[in-house]
C-alpha cells in the first residue's frame, strides 16, 4: 500500500523546514567569539573567602538604615524611635573581617549614645562600600 502524495509532501515540507531552522540556528551561532561574551567591570566588589561573606543585615536593619541614608531624614527622630531594633539588628551581624565588626561597633556605639552625625557617618560608610575595602554588606 503506497501513502498519499499529500502526506510525502507534508513529511517533506516539515523536514526541509526543521533543517532550514537547524541551518539558521548553527549559522547564528558561527559569529560568537569569546571577544563577544560581555565582562564584567573592574571596579565590581568581591567578597574575601573569610572576610565578610558570613556578614549580611536583616530586611528591618537595612530599611531603618535606608530611612537613615534618605535625602533630608530626621537622623536623631529616626534613631530614637528604632534605636533597639537598630542595636539588636547590628548585634546579630557576624563577620571574621575585624573592618566590619569595627564599623559595627562604630555604629552600635554612635547609636547608643544619640549621636546623629556619627549615625550618619557610619550609614555613609556602608552606603559607598567603604565597611570592608569595597564590599557592601549584603540584606540576609
Known amino acids: 500500500m503506497s501513502m498519499p502524495t499529500r502526506v510525502i509532501g507534508t513529511r517533506a515540507g516539515a523536514a526541509t523546514a526543521l533543517l532550514a531552522a537547524l541551518a539558521l540556528g548553527l549559522g547564528g551561532c558561527s559569529g560568537v567569539t569569546a571577544s563577544n561574551i560581555p565582562t564584567l567591570p573592574g571596579n565590581v566588589p568581591t567578597v574575601p573567602p573569610s572576610g565578610a561573606a558570613g556578614a549580611c543585615l536583616d530586611a528591618e536593619t537595612l530599611a531603618i538604615i535606608d530611612q537613615i541614608k534618605a535625602s533630608g531624614a530626621d537622623v536623631p ?3 530614637a524611635a528604632n534605636k533597639d531594633k537598630l542595636v539588636t539588628g547590628l548585634g546579630k551581624l557576624q563577620s571574621s573581617d575585624p573592618a566590619v565588626l569595627a564599623w559595627r561597633d562604630a555604629f552600635v556605639t554612635a547609636i547608643q549614645a544619640g549621636k ?3 549615625v550618619a557617618a557610619q550609614v ?10 569595597q564590599v557592601a554588606i549584603p540584606p540576609c
Open 77 to 79: 527622630s529616626i534613631v
Open 116 to 118: 546623629a552625625d556619627d
Open 124 to 133: 555613609a560608610l556602608l552606603s559607598n562600600g567603604q565597611v570592608s575595602g
